[in-house]
T-cell receptor, first 114, second 115 residues
Framework: AQSVTQPDIHITVSEGASLELRCNYS??????LFWYVQSPGQGLQLLLK??????LVQGIKGFEAEFKRSQSSFNLRKPSVHWSDAAEYFC????????????FGKGTTLSVSS | GAVVSQHPSWVICKSGTSVKIECRSL??????MFWYRQFPKQSLMLMAT?????????EQGVEKDKFLINHASLTLSTLTVTSAHPEDSSFYIC???????????FGPGTRLTVT
């Protein structure tokens, strides 16, 4: 079955500390992977995406993610977290076929402490 | 960049009435549109997939007679919640794919509250 697992429901990080949010996927086809961020009551904002090529992808707001096929993982990282990064983060997987919707993980809530 | 809009951004309706939500791709032709529902503090759950000019494909457990989806043009899809009940209160998000891109572009969402 196709699925996305985000093992951490809630993470608290001190401001200025590094961050890693985990994402594992199970997908039959070649996966296209995404990380989105959502602030309360808001829509989704795309942080970064991986389609092919370099397995380390850079995104907006200083985020990066590394695709590891052998581990079926696409973990999101940031070297220094800012208070404004507090939000809900969703990992998603999709396929190249036009009619294929994204499958989302359950999300990780990031809190930032001062 | 590709922009998807939704209207309205929030709506309150009485139980038993119907409400229509519009999803528009503003600067590209959306061959496929998707409708998701998100309950508070939960993830996005796919409701249905629609291709322009075709009937929508609904996910298991989603009532097609309750959630009417129309994708009449390459820039507009509508979701009509018929005979809404309080349990239909949710955040509805559409996304669109097209213009030769593999990516889905998400709308800002519509908050539906049924009283």
């Amino acid at each position: 079955a196709q699925s996305v697992t985000q093992p951490d429901i809630h993470i608290t990080v001190s401001e200025g500390a590094s961050l890693e949010l985990r994402c594992n996927y199970s997908y039959g086809a070649t996966p296209y992977l995404f990380w989105y961020v959502q602030s309360p009551g808001q829509g989704l904002q795309l942080l970064l995406k991986y389609f092919s090529g370099d397995t380390l992808v850079q995104g907006i707001k200083g985020f990066e993610a590394e695709f590891k096929r052998s581990q079926s993982s696409f973990n999101l990282r940031k070297p220094s977290v800012h208070w404004s990064d507090a939000a809900e983060y969703f990992c998603a997987v999709g396929a190249i076929e036009a009619g294929t919707a994204l499958i989302f993980g359950k999300g990780t809530t990031l809190s930032v402490s001062s | 960049g590709a922009v998807v809009s939704q209207h309205p951004s929030w709506v309150i309706c009485k139980s038993g009435t119907s409400v229509k939500i519009e999803c528009r791709s503003l600067d590209f032709q959306a061959t496929t549109m998707f409708w998701y529902r998100q309950f508070p503090k939960q993830s996005l759950m796919l409701m249905a997939t629609s291709n322009e000019g075709s009937k929508a494909t609904y996910e298991q457990g989603v009532e097609k007679d309750k959630f009417l989806i129309n994708h009449a043009s390459l820039t507009l899809s509508t979701l009509t919640v018929t005979s809404a009940h309080p349990e239909d209160s949710s955040f509805y998000i559409c996304s669109a794919r097209g213009g030769g891109s593999y990516e889905q572009y998400f709308g800002p969402g519509t908050r539906l509250t049924v009283t």
